[in-house]
């Protein structure tokens, strides 16, 4: 009986202490499952936004007016009463703009000064200026040109970013190199990617130069200067046969001139080698001669007179030759016989 009553009890407290466990898990559990959706519910918020980001364009360069980068260059031309005061205010007023004297050429003493001056002024007061120095006498001339490297400086800007970028990865292998010939390729490449990136940064810098300061080139006259003549009118069929004439002339001036100096030359030595060359052709045909004489009149023979020279007899003897015949030795008559005078026929 009592052994009964101890293993009720055991049994009792056994399932009172599983009963708490269980409890205590099942609460566990329970703040477990609260808290987990509190971690995880900024999750979902946060994936969409980081593949939002990865599927957004990238933004393209804003290319307003205002933004835009454009290169500003003007010239013009005033005549004033002194040049070089005139050069002093000018070279005053790029100052006070900001600018300065990029070249300043002069030339006087033939009673006909001139000066040029190129100035190099903030783009923003570009147009200020040009007006500033068109007061300064009676302008003759002006010209503004404009050009937008808007391209260009984004080319180059999208250049160095990759650039840039090489290069620091090349940077990062070069010191995790482990070999000596590791070391040796990834030092010129990093060079390699250096001198790009600073040849690309200094063209950048030449357009930041060019968009920031403008260029003005101003030609100052004294009233006894002359203008330079512009152009006179628009390219066309008549200015292209103008032009055509004026190029055949010069070149008919350019043949005329090298013929005059080539002349005397010619004569100086053409003629005593137009001698030399007559001489050696007329001595060559007499030594062709004598050889073709030869064969005709072997040695031994009787030879007859040259052709050409008069015979002993006269015309008598050519006459008397020429009735002979070519087969009459000189001196018998024809029909005569060789061996004596003729008579009758034997028999007769």
Request: charged share 20%; with cysteine; glycine share 12%.
């Amino acid at each position: 009986m009592r052994n009964t009553r101890l293993l009720l009890g055991t049994v009792l407290i056994a399932g009172v202490a599983l009963s708490g466990c269980g409890g205590a898990g099942s609460q566990d559990n329970s703040a477990s499952s609260a808290g987990a959706p509190g971690m995880a519910g900024p999750a979902p918020a946060e994936a969409p936004a980081a593949e939002q980001q990865r599927n957004q364009p990238a933004k393209a360069p804003n290319l307003s007016v205002d933004q835009r980068s454009i290169v500003y260059t003007g010239s013009i031309t005033v005549r004033v009463k002194n040049v070089t005061t005139a050069a002093a205010q000018a070279t005053g007023i790029a100052t006070a703009a900001g600018g300065f004297v990029g070249a300043d050429n002069r030339h006087s003493g033939d009673g006909a000064d001139n000066a040029t001056l190129e100035l190099r002024v903030p783009a923003a007061k570009f147009a200020p200026v040009v007006e500033q120095l068109s007061k300064l006498g009676t302008e003759e001339l002006r010209g503004i040109n404009t050009e937008d490297v808007t391209e260009q400086v984004v080319d180059l800007d999208a250049r160095i970013a990759v650039q840039q970028a090489r290069l620091d990865s090349g940077r990062r292998l070069l010191a995790q190199a482990k070999s000596l010939d590791d070391l040796v390729m990834l030092e010129k490449e990093v060079a390699t990617r250096e001198s790009d990136l600073a040849s690309l940064q200094a063209k950048k810098r030449r357009l930041a130069d060019l968009t920031a300061l403008s260029t003005i080139t101003v030609v100052l006259l004294d009233p006894d200067a002359a203008t330079a003549e512009g152009d006179e009118g628009p390219p066309g069929f008549l200015a292209g046969l103008q032009g055509g004439w004026t190029a055949l002339l010069a070149s008919l001036a350019v043949l005329v001139t090298v013929l005059g100096a080539v002349l005397p030359w010619l004569i100086a030595l053409g003629l005593p080698v137009w001698g030399v060359i007559w001489a050696v052709r007329r001595l060559g045909r007499r030594r062709l001669a004598a050889p073709a004489l030869a064969e005709a009149y072997p040695s031994g023979t009787r030879q007859g007179p040259l052709p050409g020279s008069r015979q002993p007899g006269g015309p008598a003897g050519s006459r008397a030759e020429s009735e002979a015949g070519p087969g009459t030795p000189p001196g018998e008559q024809p029909g005569s016989s060789p061996s004596g005078p003729t008579g009758p026929p034997r028999g007769a």
